[in-house]
């Protein structure tokens, strides 16, 4: 198994708080990810890097930051949670974009009340 | 910009018989294809993949798909299922013109019954 893992695991908030979720990797790859997954959805990209301190965003990148201050680590900030992004949240690494698949992390439950 | 859909949101079928999970994707230049599957309470884990060549891939655990251009599909088969095949499973399409921007399908939740 890629080595992804993502913390914490499981948290709950309240509706204007900020919260940061952590994406770490050992596989020393270039190309890190954070999705959101909702039922009937799919996952749906927010933010993207291609690099340290090299980030894009999504297709639902409003109310979230990303920064990539190591080639490990990607973090993601809800500024102000609110519940409409109650959602478990993927990280995803990858050597390079097109041919090469990407590596899911476990996930991170995320509730905001 | 690449769109997938999945056909089917659902899909039951009995222990050891065939199974089709079928995928469609529209894009105007040349395409990645992948099928993930997630099991409960799991993230994603690549079961195949169609870069280029041969339009039949074969996968993980049995699971094989065959590309077809014309009708821009990308079915995901298996002949005989397994009780511990009941996950979700997603399409995604991956465009050699927009790196690092993968788009996945809805997903479909195969369910074995014994």
């Known amino acids: 198994d890629a080595g992804i893992t993502q913390s914490p695991r499981h948290k709950v908030t309240e509706t204007g708080t900020p919260v940061t979720l952590r994406c770490h990797q050992t596989e020393n790859h270039r190309y890190m990810y954070w999705y959101r997954q909702d039922p009937g959805h799919g996952l749906r990209l927010i933010h993207y890097?291609?690099?340290?301190?090299?980030?894009d965003k999504g297709e639902v990148s409003d109310g979230y930051s990303v920064s990539r201050s190591k080639t490990e680590d990607f973090l993601l900030t809800l500024e102000s949670a609110t519940s409409s992004q109650t959602s478990v949240y993927f990280c995803?690494?990858?050597?390079?974009?097109?041919?090469?698949?990407?590596?899911f992390g476990p996930g991170t439950r995320l509730t905001v009340t | 910009a690449q769109s997938v859909t999945q056909l089917d949101s659902q899909v039951p079928v009995f222990e050891e018989a065939p199974v089709e999970l079928r995928c469609n994707y529209s894009s105007s230049v040349s395409v990645y294809l992948f099928w993930y599957v997630q099991y409960p309470n799991q993230g994603l884990q690549l079961l195949l993949k169609y870069l280029s060549g041969s339009t039949l891939v074969k996968g993980i655990n049995g699971f094989e798909a065959e590309f077809n251009k014309s009708q821009t599909s990308f079915h995901l088969r298996k002949p005989s299922v397994h009780i511990s095949d009941t996950a979700e499973y997603f399409c995604a399409v991956e465009v050699s013109t927009n790196a690092g921007k993968s788009t996945f399908g809805d997903g479909t939740t195969l369910t074995v019954k014994p």
């Open positions: 995803a690494i990858s050597e390079s974009p097109g041919a090469y698949e990407q590596y």
């Open positions: 890097s291609y690099g340290v301190k090299d980030t």
